[in-house]
């Protein structure tokens, strides 16, 4: 029996169509449920990061919420994903990548809201909400309640082994190995150094570390991004509009700009969302673990915050590694054995078209700190879902520890079927929560519709007294 065959085929089940269509039309609930009023706000939303007031219920300040949860969704998928999507399902792809993520705005609103509106204080008076205090507190037949919130922090815990850990660390060592020559052992005694530095204080510390990495990677991604895109600029209008073409074409086609590559609208479709998904996360239930520690007095008014993190995340800097590909000419490249070349050699070669032998190096430092922001984004995500499932702050602190050290693992060894494994556990995490999100529309829409009223339209309304 070929287990790494059968764990293929079963996350080729759990992110296949019928998965994409409940993450998209959740999405496209939610979006017309809420009267459109996430993208109508999502200006303010974006005002609200530098501006929004701390108040006193909460653990970390609503700013390194947003990061905390950023640190989890900007990592390798804004690298790697995107130029894999464009190989498999064309340039088209950043269309639908794009057009999820419009809608995914409206998931991650909903998602945190729900984690603001039913999070608890623990024993040690700290906050612990997410999608499974929503179905435990939230859902009426607490039967189904408590079984889908359990379902999801199992998976959770298992996924922030795989996803959050183990194959970040070995991005982060692979990077350094391939342009640095560092030894992969070198790479991982660091790994686990800085995030027992970081992980062993909490959340207080992982939200002050992610406040500084996040923007100040995110910074340096999109300088070099939009000085290789302003440099191969005569060659922008012709990749945008292969873009949509390829994005809306019903027949299988080759673009001008993928050269070789040959995709239909499905294919775009299908890779363009799949990854979006899987770069942003609404709708996995992860995020709102984070918007959950937040200090705020309004439910909504973190969910708008936290919602920001999609628009950055996927329309921002995933949009920027779409258009640095396209500009180059590349896509569609192949290597020595007639293979297509994808993942992070393809965005490697994009860049090197401006910045020669130190894209190597660009991309590589980016790659690196974006994996490693996901790592302690990921253990605060996996923590707080194993606390919910069993009580004992000594087992916490053993956790951390134990997720420090299994970095030095992930450094130093190629596990491919945790890729498999991890990824399956992440989308099955979707499935509880998006059920969840669902079944409490009302509650969602009851505290968007209350703070639009008391926050947004009142201001608007009022009349100056001379």
């Not at 889908?148 to 199992?154: K, N, R, S």
């Not at 530095?197 to 909490?202: E, K, M, N, P, S």
């Not at 942003?280 to 984070?290: K, V």
């Not at 505290?447 to 001379?466: G, R, S």
Request: charged share 10%; net charge positive; glycine share 10%.
């Amino acid at each position: 029996m070929d287990f790494a065959k059968i764990l293929s085929d079963v996350n080729d089940f759990v992110w296949g169509p019928v998965m994409l269509f409940f993450l998209v039309g959740t999405g496209v609930f939610l979006t017309i449920r809420l009267r459109f009023l996430p993208w109508r706000n999502l200006l303010y939303a974006i005002k609200m990061i530098v501006y929004a007031k701390q108040y006193p219920k909460g653990d970390i300040t609503p700013f390194q919420s947003l990061m905390t949860a950023m640190s989890a969704t900007v990592g390798t998928g804004n690298i790697v994903g995107v130029s894999t999507a464009m190989v498999l399902g064309g340039p088209g792809a950043l269309v639908w990548m794009f057009i999820s993520a419009a809608f995914g705005l409206s998931t991650k609103y909903g998602e945190s809201v729900l984690a603001v509106k039913y999070r608890e204080a623990n024993s040690v008076g700290e906050m612990a909400g997410g999608p499974m205090y929503a179905m435990k507190n939230g859902i009426g037949n607490k039967v189904i309640g408590r079984f889908l919130a359990a379902f999801f922090a199992i998976c959770a815990v298992f996924a922030s082994f795989g996803i959050g850990n183990l194959t970040q660390a070995n991005s982060i060592s692979a990077a350094f190995a391939a342009s640095y020559s560092i030894p992969t052992y070198a790479t991982g005694a660091f790994l686990v150094a800085f995030s027992l530095a970081v992980l062993l204080r909490g959340i207080t510390s992982i939200g002050k570390v992610s406040a500084v990495i996040v923007p100040a990677m995110a910074a340096f991604y999109f300088a070099s991004a939009i000085i290789v895109i302003i440099a191969n600029f005569d060659k922008v209008p012709a990749g945008v509009q292969e873009i949509f073409y390829m994005a809306f074409s019903p027949t299988a086609v080759a673009g001008g700009v993928g050269g070789s590559i040959i995709a239909s609208m499905l294919q775009a479709m299908r890779w363009g969302i799949a990854r979006g998904v899987f770069s942003n996360e609404a709708g996995l239930g992860s995020a709102p673990i984070a918007a959950a520690a937040a200090k705020t007095d309004h439910a909504s008014r973190q969910g708008y915050v936290n919602m920001t993190g999609t628009f950055f995340d996927t329309m921002i800097i995933c949009m920027l590694t779409g258009l640095v590909i396209a500009s180059s000419g590349l896509l569609g490249t192949v290597d020595a054995d007639g293979k297509l070349i994808s993942g992070a050699e393809l965005t490697i070669l994009a860049f090197s078209t401006v910045f020669g032998g130190y894209a190597k190096i660009i991309v590589s430092v980016s790659l690196a700190l974006f994996a490693y922001s996901t790592i302690l984004g990921w253990e605060y995500y996996g923590e707080k879902s194993l606390e919910y499932l069993v009580s004992g702050r000594k087992l916490i602190y053993a956790y951390r520890i134990f997720f420090s050290l299994l970095t030095f693992v992930g450094a130093t060894t190629a596990l491919d079927i945790v890729w498999n494994f991890s990824d399956t556990m992440n989308g099955l995490m979707a499935i509880p929560n998006l059920i969840c999100l669902i079944w409490l529309h009302n509650d969602i829409a009851e505290e968007c519709f209350d703070y639009q009223k008391k926050f947004i339209e009142k201001p608007k309304n009022k009349t100056k007294v001379l």
